[in-house]
Structures are given as C-alpha cells and as structure tokens.
C-alpha cells in the first residue's frame, strides 16, 4: 500500500501548516494506492476563496457554493470527480443547522446533478451539528472519501 498527500495550491498549505513545532506544509488530500483502487480522502472543504478569505461571513448558501467549489477542486487535484464519492460528512455550526436544511441541502444535490451525479447515486452522507468550525466565521465544512481506479 503506497500513501500520497496531495496538495491543492491554496494559500491554507503554506501559510497555515497544521503540524505543530514544525512548518510543514498542510496538505487537504490523501490518495492510498491498493491493488486495483485509488482511496482519495479529502478533508473539510471550507468557504476559502483562493487567497485564504471567508466568502459572506454566515451565509449558508454562498458558504455552501464555495466549499462545494473548492471540493471539485480538490478532487480534479487527486485525479477524482463528483461520482467517485463514496462517502461524505458535513459539518454544520449548530445554529445554521436549519438554514442547511433549507438551502445547503439543495446546493448539494445541484452540485452533484450538476457534476453528473444524479440524485439516485448521491454518495452517503453524514451530517453533523457542530459547536463551531475553525474559524467564527464559518458555517459548514464538507469532506469525502472517493475512489477511483487504479
């Protein structure tokens, strides 16, 4: 079993690292090569526009866009799409839990119709309510897990 961190260019690897005591570049993919498969794990895609700012501090819906943007992202980085999602896990801060129900929920599913994943393929998905994200701000948080062929 061979493991690759991947990195996307954005400015939360470099300036950001998430490795205590050293600067080492955080990287948001994993990709574990087995016989025959590609495991791509993604972790939380946020509303970061590309030079590390939040999009509409407590908007659910333009956080939403953006992070589901930035996940497409992510995946093309690792050699995955939307229909090699396998599973997914949302994070919602826990006062915004309704305005996800409302408005994030369709953003994703438009996101998935919209990358040729129709609605009787979405990918399971957990949703949890949170006490808040890493930063104030911030109103939800997607990650995945992908497979792709080797």
């Not at 400015?11 to 080492?24: H, I, L, N, Q, S």
């Not at 690792?78 to 996800?100: N, W």
């Not at 929920?105 to 949890?128: C, E, H, Q, S, Y």
């Given at each position: 079993?061979e ?87 949302i ?32 990918p ?5 309510g ?21």
């Amino acid at each position: 079993m061979e493991r690759e961190l991947i990195g996307t260019g954005s400015v939360w690897e470099t300036d950001y690292p998430y490795t205590k005591g050293a600067r080492a570049p955080w990287t948001p993919i994993c990709k574990v090569k087995i016989p025959g498969a590609n495991l791509i794990f993604i972790a939380g895609q946020v509303a970061y526009d590309d030079r590390g700012r939040i999009v509409v501090p407590d908007s659910m819906k333009a956080q939403a866009e953006l992070a589901y943007a930035n996940l497409k992202h992510a995946l093309g980085a690792a050699g995955a799409k939307a229909s090699d999602i396998v599973c997914e896990r949302i994070y919602v801060v826990k006062e915004h839990m309704h305005h996800f129900m409302t408005r994030g929920a369709r953003i994703r599913d438009k996101w998935f119709a919209d990358n040729g994943v129709p609605n009787d393929k979405l990918p399971p998905m957990t949703l949890l309510g949170v006490a808040r994200l890493s930063h104030l701000d911030l109103v939800l948080e997607v990650e995945v897990i992908a497979v792709t062929e080797a």
